[in-house]
């Protein structure tokens, strides 16, 4: 967590409700980002050495982006964004998801550590680094770094299928409402206590990506509002969605 300090007890409710929500899961372990020390002996210390964020019109994305490919290149395992509301346990393969037909996006990976495509994605993060656009180091370099490695312009031929071993998933896994529709999760009283048809639709999905940037500094009202974001916090995030106020609640003041 960037800005963490490493010590729960200084985040005290209500204003760090999440931290200490987060931090009573026996199986979640939150810890200090450190830039420069994640980015050690891989190709982003120098850029990162050099890079000036006060330039950079994305540079939190930016960062995330080169944070994410630094850790599975260290470490390995499964990222996910943080607005991704997993639904199901997810068995462990190195993959990427489709977003859109022929495109990929880098917010659901999964990766062994010093993975040969984790190390090109990082290389190529500095070689063709363009902070100025939008999603170049994110799901851009996703897309066409997996072209590469599949050796086509074509990655819908690869959909659901092995190339040379990585899983190329399609969008229903992670992404089964589309960005350009993701006001749907937040549409009021579309959910009527049919569990069954929206169990149904998003029976193949791993985990639901809410597109949180595109609702920015907005005010979502989530219990009671009968929307379909309702229903997947109440049923795959029962401790998060005790916590939420009520629409009747007035926010503590601070």
């Known amino acids: 967590m960037r800005g963490f300090t490493g010590k729960v007890s200084a985040y005290r409710e209500p204003e760090y409700k999440s931290i200490r929500l987060l931090s009573s899961f026996k199986n979640v372990i939150i810890l200090p980002l ?18 000036d964020p006060s330039n950079e019109e994305h540079w939190l994305h930016v960062l995330a982006d080169g944070c994410r490919i630094a850790l599975l290149w260290k470490y390995g395992g499964i990222y996910l964004d943080t607005d991704i509301i997993s639904l199901k346990p997810l068995e462990f393969r190195n993959f990427l998801c489709e977003q859109s037909s022929n495109y990929a996006n880098n917010a659901a990976l999964g990766f062994n550590r010093s993975h040969s495509f984790t190390k090109m994605c ?30 086509t312009d074509n990655l819908n031929n690869f959909r659901n299928k092995d190339c040379k071993g990585i899983m190329y998933l399609s969008s229903n896994w992670f992404y089964p409402v589309p960005y350009s529709n993701w006001g749907r999760f937040f549409q009021k009283n579309t959910w009527n206590n049919n569990n069954d048809a929206i ?3 998003f029976s193949k999905t791993s985990g639901v990506h809410i597109w949180k ?8 009202e989530i219990k009671a509002s009968r929307s379909l974001i309702e229903y997947f916090f ?9 916590s939420l106020p009520s629409q009747k ?3 503590a003041k601070k």
């Open 213 to 220: 940037y595109m609702i920015g500094h907005q005010k979502i």
């Open 199 to 201: 169990k149904k639709e």
């Open 249 to 251: 609640e007035k926010p």
């Open 34 to 51: 450190n830039p420069k020390e994640l980015f050690s002996n891989t190709p982003l210390a120098g850029w990162y050495e050099k890079v």
């Open 122 to 151: 990082l290389r190529d993060f500095v070689d063709k680094y363009n902070g100025a656009a939008w999603g170049h180091q994110g799901p851009d370099l996703m897309t066409r770094m997996l072209k590469k490695w599949c050796g």
């Open 234 to 242: 109440s049923e795959y995030c029962p401790s998060t969605y005790k």
